[in-house]
């Protein structure tokens, strides 16, 4: 072979028909041949040397590949195709060298470590998602109470201005006309802000100092509805399963103020118990509870001061209930963990027991841990909650 011919291309090609590699870096000036890689099997690139103008092969000292000839299919390592090697010279024209050999499979490693990142994404991806839709959920619930916080604390407010319709005797001393008012409010509040079934079956309370006979609020019409819808609709026999708070929550908006209806979609409404009485429902489809009074609840409230003195009764303008404080009705989600974390059939102490209002329905309200045990303040339990009684939450 002649000086000015190269032969890496067309005379390894033409032999072997296995050397792909040959290719001519323009920028680098350098002709990258062919090397067989045992492992890979692969024929991989030698390298021209500018000075000595001469192709290396990596390995050996031929500069081309050829078929064992074996039938074994598989490329021998460089052996030398032509006699005298040192005559190559760089091809004039590289287009027509043949291009280095393209991989068509991945190593084994390669692979192991492609689906290690791949899985180390996946997973970094899937927490991400879960904490995204975690934290629609919340949004979502918190949209849901803001909304029938509106709507009940409305209501809630109209009492202050409320007129109750008892006949006080003339004569009677204007401290206990205030007594009975008091407790007629609070009777009214009780029918119509029903928490639960209770509040809906019972007849009105008997109220102080009256005879018998006129000692009665006349039953509110909305409490008569509460009441036909209650006896209308099946309940649920087990009652620990039956969410009767957020049934009669559902029930005062939707008989009491219906209007506000339209500002629900479908999503926030179920019947989580399957008994026919719906609920309104938090982002992770558990009912909405509604305590109408939730004293317990103060040691959690950024609105619910215990405080008789500086957060009194709204309602007792005449402070005949010296341990009065203002009670704020409860909207809760259980939030997050899916536990109430609320007792709501606790009773608590809350009116003074020593006047004639200590009868008055309390509804009790405890806090505990989702082990059962009571919780202590700034625990995340009820702490997790999503409430109206959160100020940012509202
Ligand atoms: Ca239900
Ligand atoms: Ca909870």
Known sequence: ??????????????????VHAARFDPFSRRVHAARFDPFSRRVHAARFDPFSRRVHAARGSGFGARDSKDGSGRVLCLQSLIPNPQSLILSPNPQSLIPNPSRSAFTLVEMLVTVTIIGILAAMSFGALQMAREAARETATKSTIAKLNNVVMRRYESYATRRVPIRIPPGMLPRLAAEIRLAAIRDLMRMEMPERYNDIISDPTPLPYLPIGSNQLPEPALHRLYRDRY??????????????HAECLYMLISIGSPEAMEQFNQSEIADTDGYGGPEFVDGWGKPIYFLRWAPGCSLYSDIQPAEPINSHDPFDTRNVDSAGYKLIPLIFSFGRDGVANVNVGHRVNFFDSTTSLAPTSICGFGLYQNNGAPEPAGSTGAFGNITNHHIEQR
């Open 1 to 18: 072979m002649k000086s000015g011919q190269w032969s890496v291309v067309s005379g390894q090609r033409t032999f072997s028909r296995r």
């Open 231 to 244: 006896n209308n609709t099946p309940q649920n026999p087990d009652p620990t399963k039956s969410p009767a």
